[in-house]
C-alpha cells in the first residue's frame, strides 16, 4: 500500500491510491515543494515592483526623506533583523534535527523560530504605533505611504507564514497522522523567502 | 497487498465516488473536470455581457444620440462604461478563465494521464474566488455613479482620483475584481505547473507532452512571473482611491507613468499568456485533422520559450508617446520586432504540418484555419505598431483598436469555439451538430473581418479611440466614415445573430446529439482513449505511455493513427 509522499500543510494533496495500477516514476521533487517554489516566483517579482516603485518614486523627489517626516527607528529594527534571521537559521536547524529523525527535538527548535517570529511581528507593530504618533501615516506623504506599503506587505506575509508554521508545529505532535518533515518543507521554504526579503527592504527602506 | 484485497479497495474507491450528492458533485466539485466546465461556463455567460456592452457602444458609434434597442441611451459616462467593462471582462473573465483555467483544468489531467490535479481542493478554492472575482466586477455596475470608465488599462490620476473618474465606488470595485481574478489565477496556475510536471503518466517524457499542455504550462508561468508587479500596482491603485496615498499622484510626489509601467510589464506577457493556450489548442487540432506530424515538434516548443522570454522586454511599446525616454524606445522598438521572429516560426510550422496533409475539414478544423489566417493579419499589423516612429501617429486610433482585435478575437473566441467543437464530445459524450457548426463558423468568420478590417481605413483616418461621438469633430464626421462605422456595426449585429446558431446547436447537441464514440477524430493522446465523458477518476488504470502525441499516417502501419498508450508490437 502507498501512503502519499507528502502531505504538505499548505497544499494538501489527495492522493488516490489504488495498489494496482502502475505507479508513476517517482518525481525527485515533491509537487508541496514544486507548487511553493512557482510561488515564491511570484512572491519575487510581487516584492520586486515595490522595490522598484520605491526608487522610482525616490529618484523623482528631490529630499529623501521628505522635509518634516520623522526618521525611521534604525537601531531598534537592526534588532529586530536580527532576531527574524536568527529565526531563519533556527529554522535550518530544526530541519536538519528533523532529517536525521530527531522530530521531536526538531520541533522544540521550529517552536523557537515561530517565537522569534512572533517577537519581530510584535516589535515591528510597536514600532508602527510610535510612527504614527510621530506623525507618520500612509497619507502624511509618499514616503510614509511607501513605507507602510512595504513593510506593512511584508508584515502581512510574516503573519501568514507564521500562522501555517504553527498550524505545522501543532500538526507535527498529533497523536494520529502527524506531518512529516517532508511535508513541512514547503512552508520552511515560504519562511526563508520572508527572512531573506527582509534585509534587502531594511537597507532600502531604513538606511 | 494481495491482489483480492487491492480489487476490495478498488471497489470501494469506486462506490464511495458515485455518492456524491449534487451539492458535492457540481456545486463543490474537486473534479478537474467538473472546475473546468465550471470555469467555462462562467466565461461564456461573462462573454454575453461584454458582447452586450459591445453591441450598445458600437450603435452608439454608429447611430449617435439614438436609442439603442434593447439598451437605452447611452452618454458620455455609460459609453465610456460600457468600453472600458467591454475590456476587462473579455481579457479577464473571458479569455483568461474559458482559455487557461477552464481548458487547462479539463485537459491537463486527462492528457498526461492523471486522475486529477495535484492539488484538487486548492482548484476548488480557486474558481470560488474567481466566481466572486465576476460578482465584485458585475456589482461594480450597479453603484452609485455606475462602472468604472476609465479604460482597462485604468491610468492614473483618471482611475485613481475619483473627482476625475466621477466613478468613486466603481472604480474601486473594478481594481478589486482585477485583484481577486490574480489570486484565483494563481492558485490554479501552481497546480497546472505542478500537476504537468510531477503527475504524469509513466513513460510520458517531456517531449511527449501535448504541445496544448505544454503551451498552457508556459502561459501560467509566464503569468505568474508577470502578475507579481501588477498586484502590487492594483495594491498601490487602490490605497490610492480609498486611503489618501498618493503613489500616482503628481501633486503628492508620486509618479503616474509608474502604474503604465507596472501595468504593461503585466500587460504584455498576458497577451502572451492567452495566446499560448490558443497556440496548443491550434497545433492539436491541425495534426488531427491533416492526419500529419506536426512539422518540428521541437521547434514550436522552443519558440513558444523564445515568445516567453522575450515578452518580458517589450512592455513600453505600448508608452512610446507617454512620455518615455526616446532612447528607450529605441530599445523596445528592436525587441517588439524580434519578437515577431519566434511566431513567425511557429506560424511557419503549423503550416508546413498542413502542406500535404489529407485535410479533413471539419467545424474545428474550420475554426484552427481560420485562427491562423485572421492570426497572421493581427500579428503583421503589430509589426507597424511595434516600431516607434509609427506608432507615434497610430498611437490611441483605430489601427491599435482593430490590431488588437485582429489578435484577440482569434484568440478569445476562435481559440474557444475551435476547442469546444473539438473537445465537446469528450466533455458531453455527444456530437455536435455539422451543419449548424459550420453554419456558424461562416456567420461568425465573415462578419467578424467585416466589422475589423474597416476599422484599419478609419485609424488611418485619424480617428481617434476614446470618443462617443464623432459628430462633434468636422474632419471625422464625414458621411464616407460614418457610413465604414454603420457598417461595422451591422457586421456586429450579424454576428451576434449567428451566435444564437451555436447556442441553440450547443445545449440541443449536448442532450440529444448522437452519441460520441471514445476517439470521434481518431486522435493520438490520450483523453481519447477513455470513454465519453471520462468517469470520475478518469483512466481505469494509469496509462503507459510509448510515443510523442503526433504519430499520425506513420508508413508500415494500417492505421494513420497511433495511441500514445498503445504498446508497440512486438517483433
Request: glycine content about 8%; hydrophobic content about 50%; some cysteine.
Amino acid at each position: 500500500m502507498k501512503t502519499p509522499s507528502s502531505q504538505s500543510v499548505l497544499l494538501a494533496a489527495s492522493e488516490l491510491s489504488l495498489p494496482s495500477q502502475p505507479q508513476r516514476a517517482k518525481s525527485p521533487v515533491s509537487s508541496g515543494v514544486v507548487g511553493m517554489l512557482i510561488f515564491i516566483v511570484t512572491e519575487v517579482m510581487f516584492f520586486g515592483a515595490l522595490i522598484s516603485a520605491y526608487l522610482v518614486i525616490r529618484a523623482g523627489l528631490d529630499e529623501w526623506p521628505p522635509w518634516g517626516q520623522p526618521r525611521l527607528p534604525v537601531e531598534t529594527t537592526a534588532i529586530n533583523t536580527l532576531a527574524l534571521l536568527v529565526s531563519g537559521l533556527l529554522m535550518l536547524y530544526s530541519r536538519k534535527l528533523m532529517q536525521k529523525d530527531k522530530v521531536s527535538e526538531g520541533r522544540k527548535w521550529l517552536g523557537f523560530s515561530i517565537l522569534l517570529g512572533t517577537f519581530f511581528l510584535i516589535s515591528q507593530g510597536y514600532e508602527w504605533v510610535e510612527l504614527i504618533k510621530y506623525g507618520l501615516t500612509v497619507s502624511s506623504s509618499v514616503y510614509g505611504g511607501l513605507f507602510y506599503l512595504i513593510i506593512g506587505a511584508h508584515g502581512l506575509h510574516i503573519i501568514g507564514t507564521l500562522a501555517f508554521l504553527t498550524y505545522a508545529w501543532k500538526r507535527l505532535g498529533a497523536p494520529v497522522n502527524p506531518l512529516t518533515p517532508e511535508g513541512l518543507l514547503p512552508v520552511q521554504l515560504l519562511w526563508y523567502f520572508v527572512v531573506c526579503v527582509w534585509p534587502v527592504l531594511y537597507v532600502l527602506v531604513y538606511l | 497487498m494481495s491482489q483480492a484485497a487491492a480489487a476490495v479497495q478498488t471497489d470501494t474507491h469506486a462506490e464511495h465516488h458515485e455518492e456524491l450528492s449534487f451539492l458535492y458533485k457540481y456545486i463543490l466539485p474537486v473534479d478537474h473536470k467538473i472546475i473546468g466546465m465550471q470555469y467555462i461556463f462562467t466565461g461564456m455567460i461573462m462573454a454575453i455581457i461584454g458582447g452586450y456592452f459591445a453591441y450598445a457602444f458600437r450603435m452608439q458609434l454608429a447611430f449617435p444620440g439614438e436609442l439603442v434597442p434593447l439598451y437605452g441611451l447611452v452618454g458620455p459616462g455609460e459609453y465610456n462604461m460600457l468600453v472600458t467593462n467591454h475590456g476587462t471582462i473579455m481579457i479577464f473573465w473571458v479569455a483568461m478563465p474559458v482559455l487557461i483555467a477552464g481548458f487547462g483544468n479539463y485537459l491537463i489531467p486527462l492528457m498526461i494521464g492523471c486522475d486529477d490535479m495535484v492539488f484538487p481542493r486548492l482548484n476548488r478554492l480557486s474558481y470560488q474566488i474567481f466566481l466572486v472575482s465576476a460578482l465584485v466586477l458585475i456589482a461594480s455596475f450597479f453603484v452609485r455613479g455606475g462602472g468604472f470608465g476609465g479604460a482597462w488599462t485604468s491610468y492614473p490620476p483618471l482611475s485613481s482620483v475619483a473627482e476625475y473618474s466621477l466613478t468613486d465606488w466603481g472604480a474601486s470595485l473594478w481594481i478589486l475584481a482585477v485583484a481577486l481574478e490574480f489570486v484565483s489565477f494563481l492558485l490554479g496556475g501552481i497546480n497546472f505547473v505542478t500537476t504537468s510536471m510531477n503527475a504524469r503518466a509513466p513513460g510520458m517524457k517531456m517531449l511527449d507532452i501535448p504541445i496544448a499542455v505544454w503551451f498552457i504550462v508556459v502561459a501560467v508561468i509566464l503569468f505568474m512571473a508577470s502578475v507579481g508587479p501588477l498586484v502590487a500596482g492594483a495594491v498601490m491603485l487602490f490605497m490610492d482611491q480609498r486611503i489618501g496615498t498618493t503613489f500616482f499622484l503628481p501633486s503628492g510626489g508620486g509618479d503616474p507613468l509608474l502604474w503604465q509601467h507596472l501595468f504593461w510589464f503585466f500587460g504584455h506577457p498576458e497577451v502572451y499568456v492567452v495566446l499560448l493556450p490558443t497556440l496548443g489548442i491550434v497545433a492539436e487540432i491541425i495534426t488531427v485533422f491533416s492526419r500529419k506530424k506536426l512539422f518540428g515538434y521541437r521547434t514550436v516548443l522552443y519558440t513558444a520559450f523564445a515568445t516567453g522570454g522575450l515578452s518580458f522586454v517589450v512592455w513600453a511599446h505600448h508608452q512610446f508617446i507617454a512620455g518615455i525616454d526616446p532612447r528607450m524606445a529605441n530599445v523596445f522598438t528592436v525587441t517588439t520586432v524580434l519578437i515577431s521572429i519566434p511566431l513567425a516560426e511557429m506560424m511557419f510550422s503549423y503550416i508546413a504540418t498542413l502542406y500535404g496533409g489529407s485535410i479533413e475539414l471539419k467545424t474545428p478544423m474550420l475554426w484552427a484555419l481560420s485562427f491562423i489566417a485572421a492570426f497572421l493579419i493581427g500579428g503583421v499589423t503589430g509589426i507597424y505598431l511595434g516600431a516607434s516612429a509609427m506608432d507615434v501617429y497610430f498611437h490611441d486610433s483605430y489601427f491599435v483598436l482593430a490590431h488588437f482585435h485582429y489578435t484577440f478575437f482569434p484568440i478569445t473566441i476562435i481559440g474557444m469555439f475551435a476547442a469546444l467543437t473539438y473537445w465537446f464530445p469528450k466533455m458531453f459524450g455527444r456530437m455536435m451538430n455539422e451543419t449548424l457548426g459550420k453554419i456558424h463558423f461562416w456567420g461568425t468568420f465573415i462578419p467578424f473581418n467585416c466589422i475589423f478590417l474597416p476599422l484599419f481605413f478609419l485609424g488611418l483616418a485619424g480617428q481617434h479611440r476614446r470618443i462617443y461621438n464623432y459628430e462633434h469633430f468636422p474632419d471625422l464626421a464625414t458621411q464616407e466614415l460614418q457610413n465604414i462605422r454603420i457598417f461595422a456595426t451591422v457586421s456586429l449585429v450579424v454576428m451576434l445573430i449567428f451566435q444564437l446558431v451555436f447556442i441553440y446547436n450547443f445545449f440541443v447537441s449536448m442532450f440529444k446529439g448522437k452519441k460520441a464514440p471514445n476517439n470521434p477524430w481518431n486522435a493520438n493522446t490520450l483523453e481519447w482513449t477513455i470513454p465519453s465523458p471520462p468517469q470520475h477518476g478518469n483512466f481505469k488504470d494509469l496509462p503507459t505511455v510509448y510515443r510523442g502525441p503526433y504519430e499520425y499516417s506513420v508508413p508500415g502501419r494500417e492505421k494513420d493513427y497511433w495511441p500514445q498508450n498503445e504498446p508497440p508490437e512486438e517483433n
